[in-house]
């Protein structure tokens, strides 16, 4: 063979490796999940990267306790091959939009694993499912996503695990500036209410008491026994951090505030992020938005 020949040859099987592999990195299918609520689309976002297309059925600022699920879900569902759900009850629909579906995938529990807090409401013991509100049960759900991301594109794991292992490593710097920030309110002062009790894991990871006239879920209807009863806890206990929730309606806060004279401290983000450009778009941001405006209104500052 001539040199010029070889060289051809050469040249041309190295366009054609070059071509081949280019069209197979194009071609490469994501790996396509489904995530019930929004704080956790984002988190699967996060440790799924580039490599995985992500759908959330209950979008921003929406209110996951009383969703109602939808045709265009069920048909979502049908094309996915992974399925994330907060689990511990948040998503009471579940159970009727996958028997509504064709779903062959693998369903994964983000909340697996978490130290579960129970509570009884209304004479019965049920679990708290807002589980996400504590960054350290936020390092599980992490895990646990990208394990299964592992078991459905065990190609792509060592992505994943990257992924998760730096977004860990953003979570672990929050959970300790929440805790610096809360450390300075002074302890009587750490008292906070809010619409519902969406912030129970919060409360006992960070030493702060939320009390709230509605219960676990937004489904419940505050009595006015119980509505009461919490403005005399406000006036009595001097409580200066009074906020609505961007998934809750507002007017019962905004009628404790009146009788309470307690300013309103403005919106936090509960069970939904906001909506892409407002301060709670991811669960970091959300979480960062949350610390800013708490710790100073427990301070009454
Ligand atoms: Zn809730």
């Given at each position: 063979m001539s040199y010029l020949k070889s060289l051809l040859i050469g040249s041309a099987s190295l366009i054609a490796c070059t071509l081949l592999s280019s069209s197979a990195t194009w071609a490469t299918p994501k790996v396509r999940a489904v995530a019930s609520f929004s704080i956790l689309g984002d988190m699967v976002s996060r440790v799924g990267g580039d490599l995985v297309e992500v759908t959330t059925i209950v979008g921003a600022n929406a209110d996951t306790h009383v969703y109602e699920p939808k045709p265009a879900d069920a048909v979502a569902l049908s094309h996915t091959q992974i399925f994330f759900v907060n689990g511990l009850g948040f998503e009471g629909w579940m159970d009727r939009l996958v028997q509504s579906t064709v779903f062959k995938g693998t369903t994964v529990t983000a909340s697996t694993g978490v130290k579960t807090r129970r509570m009884e409401e209304d004479g019965q013991e049920i679990t708290d499912p807002h589980a996400w509100q504590n960054l350290g049960n936020g390092l599980l759900y992490v895990k646990n996503i990208a394990d299964g991301l592992c078991r459905v594109e065990p190609e792509a794991c060592p992505t994943f695990r990257k992924n998760a292992a730096a977004y860990s490593t953003e979570i672990s710097a929050l959970d300790t500036e929440v805790k610096e920030r809360i450390s300075a309110v002074p302890e009587a002062k750490r008292k906070v209410i809010t619409t519902h009790d969406a912030f129970g894991y919060f409360g006992a990871a960070?030493?702060?008491?939320?009390?709230?006239?509605?219960?676990?879920?937004?489904?419940?209807?505050?009595?006015?026994?119980?509505?009461?009863?919490?403005?005399?806890?406000?006036?009595?206990?001097?409580?200066?951090?009074?906020?609505?929730?961007?998934?809750?309606?507002?007017?019962?806060?905004?009628?404790?505030?009146?009788?309470?004279?307690?300013?309103?401290?403005?919106?936090?983000?509960?069970?939904?992020?906001?909506?892409?450009?407002?301060?709670?778009?991811?669960y970091i941001e959300m979480f960062k938005h949350n610390i800013s405006l708490l710790a100073p209104a427990m301070s009454g500052s």
């Open positions: 960070y030493g702060v008491t939320f009390l709230a006239p509605e219960g676990i879920s937004t489904e419940s209807e505050a009595s006015a026994a119980d509505v009461a009863k919490l403005i005399a806890q406000i006036k009595r206990e001097g409580v200066t951090a009074l906020f609505v929730e961007n998934m809750s309606d507002p007017r019962l806060i905004e009628q404790i505030g009146k009788e309470t004279g307690v300013k309103i401290g403005g919106e936090i983000y509960a069970d939904a992020l906001s909506e892409k450009g407002q301060r709670g778009a991811t």
